[in-house]
């Protein structure tokens, strides 16, 4: 099917195909999937970078040109696309999909791409390094893994800001909680206090019902915005 003809349809269902998905078959769909993303999630409309871009714009006092952005689950590099609209310059990109990292480098935005499958592999990113570690819309079962928190915060420098994004579509009940305490026990051990919360209402149209009601045609977004402990 042409892309143009793509329809809202065609997209929940390309999307539907990845339930019950394990990590390697969710690096095969990422591949394929890599030429057609972009225009796709415009279709269903995708809204959660931009939150969690405003909220990073809101809260980062340093210089913009100098910053060290690492890009985790990067896909095509919407991200850093709007980040360079606020004056962001420097990106490390980090994806599990080579399709999605062959179509980031296209955006000629990134000094490195990184391939890796967060959870198996490590974070490919030096301790210290970033001023700010972003992850758009990565977490859920099969994607980004709980445990991945801590590698975030360990790649930011003192005093750098985590921004992170999650919609309620992807992440079952049991990993909602996990990934909720994990959250607060990084604050509790110090690691990182949270700078801001925002919730969207209207994050993505949902692609897993058949809603017959307005409310129920879209998920629920949130982004939050960490500062890891000078410590």
Request: contains cysteine.
């Given at each position: 099917?042409?892309?143009?003809?793509?329809?809202?349809?065609?997209v929940?269902?390309?999307?539907?195909?990845?339930?019950?998905?394990?990590?390697?078959?969710?690096?095969?769909?990422y591949?394929?999937?890599?030429?057609?993303?972009?225009?796709?999630?415009?279709l269903?409309?995708?809204?959660?970078?931009?939150?969690?871009?405003?909220?990073?714009?809101?809260?980062?006092?340093?210089?913009?040109?100098?910053?060290?952005?690492?890009?985790?689950?990067?896909?095509?590099?919407?991200?850093?696309?709007?980040?360079?609209?606020?004056?962001?310059?420097?990106?490390?990109?980090?994806?599990?999909?080579?399709?999605?990292?062959?179509?980031?480098?296209?955006?000629?935005?990134?000094?490195?791409?990184?391939?890796?499958?967060?959870?198996?592999?490590?974070?490919?990113?030096?301790?210290?390094?970033?001023?700010?570690v972003?992850?758009?819309?990565?977490?859920?079962?099969?994607?980004?893994?709980?445990?991945?928190?801590?590698?975030?915060?360990?790649?930011?420098?003192?005093?750098?800001?985590?921004?992170?994004?999650?919609g309620?579509?992807?992440?079952s009940?049991?990993?909602?909680?996990?990934?909720?305490?994990?959250?607060?026990?990084?604050e509790?051990?110090?690691?990182?206090?949270?700078?801001?919360?925002?919730?969207?209402?209207?994050?993505?149209?949902?692609p897993?019902?058949?809603?017959?009601?307005?409310?129920?045609?879209?998920?629920?977004?949130?982004?939050?915005?960490?500062?890891?402990?000078?410590?």
């Amino acid at each position: 099917m042409s892309v143009n003809r793509r329809s809202l349809n065609d997209v929940k269902t390309v999307i539907q195909s990845t339930e019950g998905f394990k990590p390697d078959q969710i690096v095969e769909f990422y591949d394929s999937w890599a030429p057609t993303y972009k225009q796709d999630i415009k279709l269903i409309g995708y809204n959660l970078q931009p939150l969690l871009v405003e909220c990073l714009h809101a809260n980062f006092s340093g210089n913009r040109e100098e910053a060290q952005v690492l890009d985790v689950a990067c896909g095509t590099g919407s991200v850093a696309k709007l980040m360079v609209e606020l004056g962001f310059k420097n990106f490390v990109g980090v994806d599990c999909s080579k399709g999605m990292l062959e179509q980031a480098a296209k955006s000629g935005l990134y000094q490195d791409l990184k391939l890796a499958l967060l959870g198996t592999q490590p974070l490919p990113a030096e301790t210290g390094t970033f001023d700010v570690v972003i992850l758009a819309g990565g977490f859920g079962e099969g994607y980004v893994p709980v445990s991945v928190l801590h590698e975030l915060c360990n790649a930011a420098k003192p005093g750098g800001l985590i921004g992170l994004s999650r919609g309620a579509h992807t992440i079952s009940e049991t990993y909602t909680k996990d990934l909720e305490r994990a959250l607060e026990l990084m604050e509790e051990e110090g690691l990182w206090s949270l700078v801001v919360t925002k919730e969207v209402e209207r994050y993505i149209q949902n692609p897993f019902v058949d809603a017959k009601k307005e409310e129920e045609l879209y998920v629920r977004g949130t982004s939050s915005l960490f500062k890891k402990s000078n410590q």
